[in-house]
């Protein structure tokens, strides 16, 4: 059983629910949502609050809430009429009931900027408001629930064969440069079963070499040994989250910080250089790294691909060894065709405080303690850096294609041509 970021259902009664990933890994505890954005004191806890403040993240995660969103807002509104005139919605009306749905669906694009996987979806659900075979508000409802199940199921879907082409383009890339013995991966933020439908991106492929091309499981002359998943600063996606799913799906594992790439890389892969510095007997694993695997959260039409902010130096990092592939892995929801080149894509600055401060779990005995009010595991914010100096933020950044090898979506993996193009 995989974890579990979205949980919602249509029956008995439609509800939808998140898994509190400012909680994770300290613990897990899943928020309501009733409410596509919040609205004076009429809602409790909305897609965009989840969305915005981070409680979900990660590209495909944020699409299925804002999506599931929807589908609660629109099925409270119609069934509850108190609710429905407090969000000042008209269902005796449909021309006027779709316009004010239309303008709350806006308000959720605008949560997020730079994952287009949102906008996708949302973008979809527009277009089945403005079907006009379609007259009343239930029928309205039906189309819109029926789509955002088959988009989280497609996006599941999406990442297993995601996970099975990345794994062929790996066996393919080792096979044709003859390599024999252990190799390991690198990755950054998260990119698991917490931040889609399950499984996971470029951590659905490294679950699929552990699974497939493990040193017991390989069919092959070389093996995956080891993965390193940088911290991801300053949210630290990497150590709370990506930790949390190797560690719970007993992949191997080593933590590092985003500044030890490179010593790391250059003690692995070119151990003759740092022979006095007895760095490789403190590392559970010296198998050379031959892939930097990673997720995205957009990804335009000449393959220039947003991602967290350090997935840029990884790309430039990967450049300096010939023996290193980029992988960028994303379903298709995640590619924006109507953006020619990464220069436009719109990059998020994230509040000055998530860098500044820092949200941890206090620790008593070795366990993490619990709050005697709340039940709930005691968690405090501490500040580590000096109150009221300049701080930049951005939380994403563009990495261009030509640092990328290789582009694995669910249809396939691809690989650029011979004047280095990626085809999309
Ligand atoms: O800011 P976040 O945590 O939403 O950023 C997430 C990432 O950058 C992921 O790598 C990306 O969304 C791909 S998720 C499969």
Redesign the pocket.
Known sequence: MSLQAIKFQSSPKVSLSILNQLQVPYQSKYLNIDSIAPFKDVTTFSGYEAIKGMYT????A?MLVGCFAIVVEMDKVLNDDSFSHALNYDISNYENFKTRLLERIDELIQSRPT?VNLANGCNQIKSIIADSSITTTSDLYSRILSFSENLYKEDFQSNIDIGNNGLQYIIETLKAENFKGPFSVMTI???GSL??SGH??ALGIIRHLNQYLSKETTEYPFYFEHTYPCETRP?N?GSRLTAYELQYEKIPFTLITDNMPSFLIDNLNRPENHQNQHILSTLSSNAPLRFII????RIVKNGDLA??IGTFQLSLISKLYDEIKFIGAAPITTIDYNTESGIDIKIEERPKDELTMVLGAKIENNKFAIDSKTGDVALERVRMAPLDIDVWNP??DVTPHENIDCIVTEKSYITKDSNGEFHL
């Open positions: 993240r990660g590209a495909p944020i994952a933020c998260n990119t931040a889609t996971g991106t949210y996606q990673v997720g995205s959260d991602n967290k939380s994403f």
